[in-house]
């Protein structure tokens, strides 16, 4: 069973940048697919972006797409999510979250396919 834990967050003004962690532990990181969701006040958990096992396929929300990238590093068992061009709406709680899958090259979307989750980081972008 994976564990994961995200870092990275904190307070940044518009226009900023930050990059989100998420380390795992206690898996062979290489058996599963990755994603990034984010939860605001008072909303559902949303998908953010997500990387294939291989890290060959990759895809976003409209919302985020061409101002976030998702990468993965297997040498260090890290997914991370580069965050440019940051709104205030995209103040968050931020999720990793990983899925045991047979596909190397498929990507995941929908929130309930995946089976472990960090607990948050806080991502606060100020006007």
């Known amino acids: 069973q994976v564990q994961l834990a995200e870092s990275g967050g904190g307070l940044v003004q518009a226009g900023g940048s930050l990059r989100l962690s998420c380390a795992a532990s206690?898996?062979?990181?290489?058996?599963?697919?990755m994603g990034w969701f984010r939860q605001a006040p008072g909303k559902e958990r949303e998908f953010v972006a997500a990387?294939?096992?291989?890290?060959?396929?990759?895809g976003y929300a409209d919302s985020v797409k061409g101002r976030f990238t998702i990468s993965r590093d297997s040498a260090k068992d890290t997914v991370y999510l580069q965050m440019n061009s940051l709104k205030p709406e995209d103040t968050a709680v931020y999720y990793c979250?990983?899925?045991?899958?047979?596909?190397?090259?498929?990507?995941?979307?929908?929130?309930?396919?995946?089976?472990?989750w960090g607990q948050g980081t806080q991502v606060t972008v100020s006007s």
């Open positions: 206690g898996g062979t990181f290489s058996r599963y697919a």
């Open positions: 990387i294939s096992r291989s890290g060959g396929s990759t």
């Open positions: 979250a990983a899925d045991i899958t047979r596909s190397t090259y498929v990507y995941i979307t929908s929130r309930s396919q995946y089976d472990y």
